[in-house]
C-alpha cells in the first residue's frame, strides 16, 4: 500500500484518534501523522525535543501541542488498507447512485468483478 494514498480519505472515515489529534494540531498535521505511521505505534515524548521524527513530519509547532497533550502515551496509528477499502467503496457507491455510472463501468475503472461492484452497491449506504 503506498501510504500517500491515505491523503484521498474522506475525513468522515479518518479513525477516531487521528480525528482526535486533527483537533489539537490540525487537519493537515494530523493527516501527515497519519500517514507517515500507518499501522505502527507512536511514542510520543513529553517534551518536543527538537529534531525528532515527530517534528519532521509535523512541524514544531504541532509537535510541542502533541507532546502536551499525549506525551508519555504510546499512541496505535491505525493501519490504512481498511480505510482505503472504505472509500473505494463509498466512491463506487456514489458513482452508481448519484451519478448512474453504469456496472459495467465501474467494473472497468475499478478493476473489479461485475459481481464485487454489485455486491459493494448492494451493501453500501450514502
Known amino acids: ?9 474522506e475525513r ?12 489539537i494540531i490540525g487537519d493537515e498535521a494530523a493527516l501527515n501523522l497519519f500517514v ?6 507512536l511514542n510520543v515524548p513529553q517534551k518536543a525535543i527538537a529534531g525528532h521524527v515527530i517534528e519532521e513530519t509535523i512541524g514544531r509547532e504541532a509537535f510541542v501541542l502533541l507532546a502536551k497533550h499525549y506525551g508519555r502515551e504510546n499512541l496505535k496509528i491505525p ?40 455486491s ?3 451493501k453500501t449506504k450514502i
Not at 500500500?1 to 480519505?9: G, K
Not at 479513525?15 to 489529534?21: A, R, V
Not at 490504512?80 to 456496472?103: C, E, M, P, T, W
Open 1 to 9: 500500500m503506498n501510504p500517500e494514498l491515505l491523503r484521498n480519505i
Open 79 to 118: 493501519g490504512g488498507y481498511s480505510l482505503l477499502i472504505q472509500d473505494r467503496n463509498l466512491k463506487i457507491a456514489h458513482d452508481f447512485y448519484k451519478n448512474g455510472v453504469k456496472i459495467c463501468d465501474l467494473v472497468t475503472q475499478y478493476h473489479l468483478s461485475d459481481r464485487q461492484i454489485s
Open 12 to 23: 468522515s472515515l479518518w479513525p477516531d484518534l487521528i480525528k482526535n489529534i486533527a483537533e
Open 36 to 41: 507517515r505511521f500507518a499501522g505502527r505505534h
Open 120 to 122: 459493494i452497491v448492494n
